[in-house]
């Protein structure tokens, strides 16, 4: 009798337990719901997509038709991440609160502004003297190779024009 006491001990013992973190999850309808909506953004992106082309060939006529043609199957996937970097951009909009100048006075003044610290010695003395000629150095380095790349794709080659 003992033998078989410490037989059905030894058994619960030897047996392996599960730590609770060790449970088998099931696919839950919040995975389910996930995927429906991640289905639904990208058919209304793509429709999205196909009345932007569209309206794109009406507005541009043959010179859309020949645009699609040249694209070839490239036009599907192409199209796709136009539509979905532009609904990105209203996002961003949106939550940036961006918004255009309303009244040429705001977009005057913003010149004006910069214009007279561009011309301002004061100005430039205390950026001097905080340190700050660093940062504003680094922005004009941007501008100039911005300006630079963009005349360099203007010119369709690194260096000179293409004279054949």
């Known amino acids: 009798m003992r033998s078989a006491v410490s037989t059905s001990a030894f058994r619960q013992a030897a047996r392996p337990r599960r730590l609770p973190t060790q449970y088998s999850r099931f696919a839950s309808s919040n995975a389910e719901t996930a995927?429906?909506?991640t289905q639904d953004a990208l058919g209304s992106a793509q429709k999205t997509a196909e009345k932007l082309w569209e309206s794109s060939k009406k507005f541009l006529g043959p010179l859309g038709e020949r645009a699609g043609s040249m694209l070839?199957?490239?036009?599907q996937p192409v199209m796709y991440n136009l539509?979905?970097?532009?609904?990105?951009?209203?996002?961003?909009?949106?939550?940036e609160r961006l918004q255009p100048p309303t009244d040429l006075a705001v977009v005057r003044s913003a010149y004006s502004t910069?214009?007279?610290?561009?011309?301002?010695?004061?100005?430039w003395r205390g950026i001097l003297s905080s340190g700050e000629w660093a940062k504003v150095a680094?922005?004009?380095?941007?501008?100039?190779?911005?300006f630079k790349i963009g005349e360099i794709?203007?010119?369709r080659s690194v260096v000179g024009y293409n004279l054949h």
Do not use: D, M, P
Not at 114 to 123: D, K
Not at 138 to 146: K, L, S
């Open 83 to 95: 539509s979905v970097a532009r609904e990105l951009l209203k996002q961003v909009y949106v939550a």
């Open 138 to 146: 680094i922005y004009a380095v941007e501008a100039y190779g911005i």
């Open 35 to 37: 995927q429906k909506k």
């Open 153 to 155: 794709v203007g010119r």
């Open 114 to 123: 910069l214009w007279s610290r561009a011309s301002s010695q004061a100005y």
């Open 72 to 75: 070839g199957s490239y036009r």
